[in-house]
DNA sequence: CTAAGTGCAAACACTTTGCAAAACG
DNA sequence: CGTTTTGCAAAGTGTTTGCACTTAG
């Protein structure tokens, strides 16, 4: 019990550092609601969208607005610890899994899985890229089923 | 001259057959309105938004609604015509090149370039996708710089 | 004829903005 | 203390919908 606490605090105080450094990094300040939205993010490595994140935060901080949450994440993007993940019209979700990384949607039921890429230069991918094109961030997104929806239809 | 008058007329037949095969095919009816946004589409290969395609539209069709062309692109995309392409939260973009390919999108213009791809199978790309996803679709994005706003940068 | 499609305006969902009050450094 | 950030409500954007009128088959 007592090792789990130190491995959580230790996990807490490693995850603060990096948000007070990329904050501070960007010229941003700390407050309460980017780190409880950081935190929120983080304990979940799930894609939660603006509103997911909003009720979320809301049961630890319930005078959030949602402005305040987009706001939030907007600056998480901007200094580097979030990425969002937009699938067609939906609501940006939000992804605190920095490993360069694809998505599966699942079309059954909507979640979002993180699929590893080999690597994130298009010619490696064999993509053919023509010649002048500079490539700064490769989006690889999968549609289908996931384990868990497909299994109830193949038998 | 006469020879491009018949080129042209053996395209737009063509297209037109499609058109109509297409849409029978779904139990669609044919429409003056369908077919005028399935030709604009069809005449300028590039990536219009709704909005686009509604201006475009309306010089030949001035009476034509906003809501009518949503409406005849969505059919366009269920009868299989055309493809829906999302970049972040921009407007959705209409894209008639049916091959499978990518996007690539210019982070200075905005323009939209088709990318080939070498595969449709997320294995073929070295994609790991675990064991029991179904992939219906892979959609893979580029972003960057094109070789006209590239040019001015790097001398 | 009659079901499907159009055109309009109003509704919608998600996101952003303007501004006074509060909080960070 | 001076800026930045918050919280609220209001505006904005892209898209969809409800409904009377029109049209394709």
């Known amino acids: 019990m ?12 490693h995850r603060q550092d990096s948000l007070d450094r990329a904050l501070a990094g ?17 304990s979940r490595r799930d894609h939660p969208s ?10 630890t901080m319930p005078t959030i607005s949602l402005a305040t949450v987009y706001n ?3 600056k998480l993007v901007e200094c580097g610890l979030v990425r969002q993940v937009n699938r067609d019209r939906d609501s940006t979700r939000y992804c605190a899994n920095l490993r360069e990384h694809g998505h599966f949607y699942c079309r059954e039921c909507g ?11 298009p ?9 002048g094109f500079t490539v700064d961030h ?18």
């Open 2 to 13: 007592g090792h789990v606490e130190v491995i959580v605090k230790a996990g807490k105080n």
């Open 26 to 42: 960007s010229g941003f300040r700390m407050t309460r609601q980017r780190q409880t939205v950081y935190d929120s993010l983080m």
């Open 50 to 59: 603006a509103d997911e994140v909003f009720s979320r935060v809301k049961k």
């Open 72 to 74: 939030c994440l907007d």
């Open 111 to 121: 979640s979002v899985h993180d699929i590893d890429l080999p690597s994130s230069r």
């Open 123 to 131: 010619s490696e991918l064999g993509l053919a890229v023509p010649d």
């Open 138 to 155: 490769l989006d690889v997104n999968l549609r289908g089923v996931c384990p868990e929806c497909g299994a109830g239809h193949q038998v």
